[in-house]
């Protein structure tokens, strides 16, 4: 469901200006200059309305954090949560997911967060998948040698086919579980979260640990 659009979304991103990285290239391999005493650079994909991305960085304030959104209508929610939090640790970018390699330098990020991405059901749309082969090689190219991806959904048939993706790019599967919050809530929930495990639904995560490239990851273009 497309977000409504927000009233006086540009003035209420012009508040929250010191959250938003305008230029993410210039910041290119130089990413802790926001945090010299980061311990650690953390990334998110898709941070929706940041209940997940602020309350973590609230919680870590040792590490430095970057949600990237594509959605303005979401973000700015992200980012006046920040704000209200008054965190220093954690900034916004607007892009694209395919374009990380040119915000992030080779072994910048330390463990990048994917939570509750667009499942694309259909077959056909399959490479528009955050979990497909060809996007968790081309996070490789920012993450650290043996940095994490730590994956969450409530899709059962996106958790099935990102298990199967994740060895062929190269990424040892570890915490494997198919209900994350079956012994009591598990770490810091998105707001999409808590509202489906409320309704009863699963959730489902993985880690995946950035190893040697195996030969067989070699991009096959006919494979979905």
């Not at 210039?26 to 997940?52: I, M, P, T, Y």
């Not at 694309?120 to 996007?135: I, V």
Request: proline share 5%; hydrophobic share 40%; with cysteine.
């Amino acid at each position: 469901m497309r977000m409504r659009r927000k009233k006086n979304l540009q003035a209420r991103m012009e508040r929250c200006a010191p959250w938003l990285i305008q230029d993410p290239a210039a910041l290119r391999g130089n990413w802790r200059s926001l945090k010299a005493d980061a311990q650690e650079l953390r990334l998110e994909l898709g941070c929706g309305k940041g209940r997940f991305t602020c309350q973590t960085a609230a919680a870590h304030p040792e590490l430095l954090f970057v949600a990237v959104e594509r959605v303005p209508d979401a973000m700015v929610m992200a980012m006046e949560r920040a704000r209200e939090m008054e965190l220093g640790n954690v900034f916004f970018v607007d892009a694209d997911a395919a374009k990380l390699a040119e915000f992030f330098a080779p072994g910048e990020v330390d463990l990048l967060y994917i939570n509750f991405c667009d499942p694309w059901p259909s077959n056909r749309h399959a490479k528009r998948r955050l979990t497909h082969r060809d996007f968790l090689l081309s996070y490789r190219a920012v993450l650290k040698e043996g940095g994490e991806i730590h994956f969450k959904t409530d899709n059962a048939p996106l958790f099935a086919f990102s298990l199967m993706q994740f060895p062929k790019a190269g990424y040892r599967l570890e915490q494997v579980t198919k209900d994350l919050h079956a012994q009591g809530i598990q770490g810091i929930m998105t707001d999409y979260e808590e509202k489906f495990h409320n309704l009863g639904t699963k959730i489902n995560r993985c880690v995946g640990v950035k190893e040697a490239l195996p030969p067989e990851a070699v991009q096959d273009d006919t494979e979905a």
